[in-house]
């Protein structure tokens, strides 16, 4: 069995993504420039060492059970290496258990960097890092634009996972509506039923539709295009104050909807001044319901998704 060699040292920028964008469920997806950075130090010596800041950096784990960690190290027993000891340097960026792809991230983080350590003629593309993220994270609408950027449609195909990136009209900027409270993908998935009617899957089938040509063309059907039937509503007492939210916003003609499992808002909005007069109404809503704090961002859309820079390499 091979071995990963020491004294390499590289860089992974991933970033936060958003899924479903309401009624796109395990199908859509979109790229956020929030970002993830992880720098691995490849070691002589054995063990596993991850020191983190930010997001999480006081609950999660800093050995060898640590997610990134983990993955790393199966990736190369699952492609016949023999690891090396391991340092880990994680900036988290992306909120955790808030529906912005964390996971997901981490996942792509790791894929991505177990690949660039391995010998340049081993070393993979994008195609298989896809693969292998989205067959370990169980569902490609997240790990799509982490990998790719931009929009992504994603389907299973087989026994493995197709996507491509869609058309996204340069008007379109989203608003992220971030709650002080999380919420698990488990949690969010259990509350939803294992069957729905015919006509609801074909009414959301049309949203879908609807939607990505007013992604790529039309922005101001949006609002209609974003109407879901299948999640939403069944995860919304998991969290209401984010219901609350999107309701209102709905009411006043702005396209929201829930950012993945929740509990983010997402606003796809058609332009820098609607934009605007969203975070205003966010503001406005969070003043006179003081339960939840919301920190509202206004991403751009990174077209590009997960890079990797080689800081050093081995002699």
């Not at 060699?5 to 991933?14: D, L, N, R």
């Not at 395990?26 to 720098?39: I, N, P, Q, R």
């Not at 919301?294 to 998704?305: A, D, E, H, N």
């Amino acid at each position: 069995m091979a071995q990963i060699q020491a004294g390499q040292t590289i860089a992974v920028h991933v970033p936060a993504t958003t899924a479903n964008l309401g009624p796109g469920f395990d199908v859509l997806g979109m790229a956020l420039s929030v970002f993830d950075t992880l720098v691995v130090h490849t070691l002589a010596e054995p063990g596993v060492v991850v020191r983190m800041t930010g997001e999480g950096a006081e609950s999660l784990p800093t050995d060898e059970t640590h997610l990134i960690a983990k993955t790393i190290l199966e990736r190369w027993a699952e492609l016949g290496y023999e690891a090396c000891g391991l340092r880990l340097e994680a900036t988290n960026r992306i909120p955790h258990g808030r529906g912005m792809g964390s996971s997901a991230a981490a996942m792509v983080s790791a894929l991505a960097a177990a690949n660039a350590l391995l010998p340049a003629d081993a070393q993979e593309g994008l195609e298989e890092i896809f693969q292998a993220a989205a067959r370990w994270e169980g569902h490609p609408d997240n790990v799509a634009p982490a990998i790719f950027g931009g929009l992504t449609l994603s389907w299973v195909a087989g026994s493995g996972f197709g996507t491509l990136n869609g058309v996204l009209h340069e008007s379109i900027v989203p608003v992220i509506a971030i709650p002080d409270v999380e919420l698990s993908t488990h949690a969010a998935r259990g509350l939803l039923p294992e069957t729905v009617p015919h006509a609801v899957a074909a009414a959301n089938g049309g949203r879908v539709g609807l939607l990505i040509h007013a992604l790529a063309h039309e922005p101001s059907a949006l609002l209609l295009g974003t109407e879901d039937f299948l999640h939403q509503s069944f995860r919304a007492p998991a969290m209401a104050p984010s219901a609350a939210l999107i309701t209102h916003l709905r009411a006043l003609g702005h396209a929201a909807v829930v950012s993945g499992a929740g509990p983010t808002v997402l606003v796809l909005c058609a332009g820098n001044e609607e934009a605007e007069a969203v975070a205003r109404a966010i503001a406005g809503h969070a003043a006179d319901h003081r339960e939840t704090s919301w920190r509202v961002q206004i991403p751009s859309v990174p077209q590009s998704g997960v890079r990797v820079e080689v800081l050093s390499t081995s002699p």
